[in-house]
């Protein structure tokens, strides 16, 4: 029999439950999947925190090993798009939902959700940006896109700025040459976030209650991950012929706005979603991060645990106790 090693797996509990807890694995028990990967970090999102503390129903079928990120080298391969050797991310598709996720030593996945790892990141750094931050500059690539941010204009406002999303999405405008203003709840980050180059800050609280349908023109674009009242605030305030990307529902999943800002305004809400962007998106935000993060920068938005951290870590995240980004350690 096959070495084994230690998975964080979510199982049935019952009455609608589930429960996430350690247990061995060998694999052979891994999906029968062409590339076999052996992880050496990954990290915590949001939607990690939901499912292995069982407070949202993320894992669609049951056993599942959770994590939603990884960053390793391939061991074995039936594909002719990867060899023995070759280090890979793997931000999504499904993984910790409908495929088993990251949160083990060996993971057997499918070739086509495998990036090559960016020559500029080690694996630690990569999966201090992960799907938080690659989903940040999904978001910046968008805004990009549809041309309404300018360096002379008005600010570039984000949301739960001090969040994975937030830091990365702070620090990539910044770069570029924007001016950011930063929302967040917690005034003891504002250093933080001063450093990652935000200008000005916005307290959570100006912006989670209702609002009037058109409000001041404050903002050129935005990256929102809160939803709900928060983005109905935000798209009331956003200049004529501005744009938001919208890519989290921290605040709920509702949106109590009116058509108002964007026939009257010629506002753009622009949804993003990370799980399964095609190649060609996920490659560009790669390139984004690889030629405009700051190294510097990126290691003071992160901390690194071991696996053995995991149940404590999902608990913090929910209760927004984490600033920034959580490295995993695998093995």
Not at 6 to 26: K, N, Q, S, V, Y
Not at 59 to 81: K, N
Not at 86 to 102: R, Y
Not at 196 to 203: D, H, K, N, T
């Amino acid at each position: 029999m096959s070495e084994s090693f230690t998975a964080m797996m979510i199982t049935d509990a019952g009455e609608h439950r589930t429960e996430a807890a350690f247990r061995p694995l060998t694999r052979e028990e891994l999906p029968d999947l062409p590339v076999l990967v052996e992880i050496s970090h990954s990290t915590v999102n949001y939607k990690d925190g939901l499912a292995l503390t069982g407070k949202g129903r993320i894992a669609r079928r049951l056993p599942m090993v959770a994590g939603i990120d990884l960053a390793g080298t391939v061991v074995e391969s039936a594909s002719d798009a990867w060899a023995p050797g070759d280090e890979v991310i793997l931000n999504g598709w499904g993984l910790s939902e409908t495929e088993w996720g990251s949160y083990t030593k060996y993971q057997r996945v499918k070739p086509d959700w495998l990036l090559r790892r960016p020559e500029a990141f080690s694996a630690e750094q990569a999966m201090a940006i992960g799907t938080a931050g690659y989903t940040a500059a999904l978001c910046v690539d968008a805004l990009l896109g549809w041309g309404a941010i300018a360096a002379e204009g008005p600010d570039v406002l984000v949301t739960g700025a001090a969040g994975g999303v937030g830091s990365v999405a702070v620090a990539l405008l910044a770069a570029l040459g924007y001016p950011v203003a930063a929302s967040t709840g917690r005034e003891e980050t504002q250093d933080y976030l001063s450093r990652l180059g935000a200008r000005s800050f916005v307290a959570r609280a100006d912006l989670s209650e209702p609002g009037k349908p058109l409000q001041e023109e404050r903002w050129s674009g935005a990256v929102d991950v809160v939803g709900s009242h928060t983005l109905a605030n935000v798209l009331a305030q956003t200049c004529y012929g501005g744009a938001v990307t919208a890519c989290g529902l921290a605040g709920g999943a509702d949106l109590p706005a009116t058509v108002m800002p964007h026939i009257l305004r010629g506002v753009a809400l622009l949804g993003v979603d990370s799980v399964m962007a095609p190649q060609d998106k996920r490659a560009a935000a790669w390139d984004l991060l690889a030629r405009h993060l700051d190294k510097g920068l990126l290691s003071e938005m992160y901390t690194v645990h071991p696996m053995s951290d995991l149940p404590d870590l999902a608990r913090d995240i929910l209760a927004g106790r984490i600033r920034g980004r959580v490295v995993v350690e695998i093995g």
